[in-house]
């Protein structure tokens, strides 16, 4: 009977110390200063809000929207950019020699309507007069050919030195001057029919050749007149005086 005390003695006193450890355990697992299992430990901390994959997602979501942002502003900047250039471009393409800043007027001819033209008996070469034609007008006018000749009631028509046409028609901006040089006899005697002129009038021609320009002139002569002969003969119209005076 002793024995059997003893034993149920042991028995209701590791009862009591089983459930006594159990209840220190539960109110340990309750305050937070029981011992945890690291492995337990570390599965929450990794799954948290602040660590979490989604959260630290949403940060680089939104630099990710805000770089599209500047990019489509760059975008943006660099169209109006390409406007303004462009524009630009048209603006100053606009305002070249060929744009809307430049006005392009065809020649008329000149004639005696629209010209002042002037006579001179030169000294050098000998037996030369030059013939000058001012515009007068307020648009540019072309020296087609060279200019007929006609003293007084003369009527034949004098030549011209062929080798004196210029590549180019003599264009007289408003302002401008063309000339002509006049051989009015031959240097050697070897002309006919010489005679002195008190009047001349040049006629001018048109775009085709012997075709009418439109009014003729009267020049003014000397007092004592101009001598001249059968080797009456004018160049065609030079932009230059010196040009005009070479034949």
């Not at 002793?2 to 110390?17: D, H, K, P, V």
């Not at 502003?73 to 744009?99: L, N, P, Q, Y």
């Not at 051989?183 to 050697?188: E, G, I, K, T, V």
């Amino acid at each position: 009977m002793r024995t059997f005390r003893t034993a149920r003695s042991r028995t209701g006193l590791l009862a009591t110390t089983t459930v006594a450890l159990a209840a220190l355990a539960l109110t340990a697992c309750q305050n937070g200063t029981g011992t945890q299992d690291e492995g337990s430990a570390s599965v929450p901390a990794a799954s948290s809000p602040a660590q979490s994959p989604a959260a630290q997602g949403a940060p680089a979501s939104t630099t990710g929207s805000s770089s599209g942002s500047s990019a489509a502003k760059g975008s943006d900047t660099a169209s109006r950019a390409g406007t303004g250039t462009g524009k630009g471009a048209t603006g100053r393409a606009s305002g070249s020699g060929t744009g809307h800043g430049t006005t392009t007027t065809t020649p008329v001819l000149c004639n005696g309507a629209n010209t002042r033209v002037t006579a001179q008996v030169v000294s050098r070469p000998l037996d030369h007069m030059l013939i000058t034609v001012k515009n007068t007008g307020s648009r540019p006018c072309d020296l087609t050919y060279f200019p007929f000749l006609r003293f007084d009631e003369m009527q034949w028509a004098p030549g011209a030195f062929e080798e004196s046409r210029p590549q180019a028609v003599t264009t007289l901006a408003p302002g401008g001057s063309g000339y002509a040089g006049v051989r009015l006899s031959a240097a050697d005697s070897s002309g006919e029919n010489g005679t002195t002129g008190h009047k001349l009038t040049v006629i001018f021609q048109g775009r085709t050749p012997r075709s009418d320009a439109g009014p003729t002139a009267t020049v003014k002569l000397p007092a004592k007149g101009v001598y001249y002969d059968s080797k009456l003969t004018a160049t065609y119209w030079q932009p230059s005086a010196t040009d005009a005076l070479t034949w």
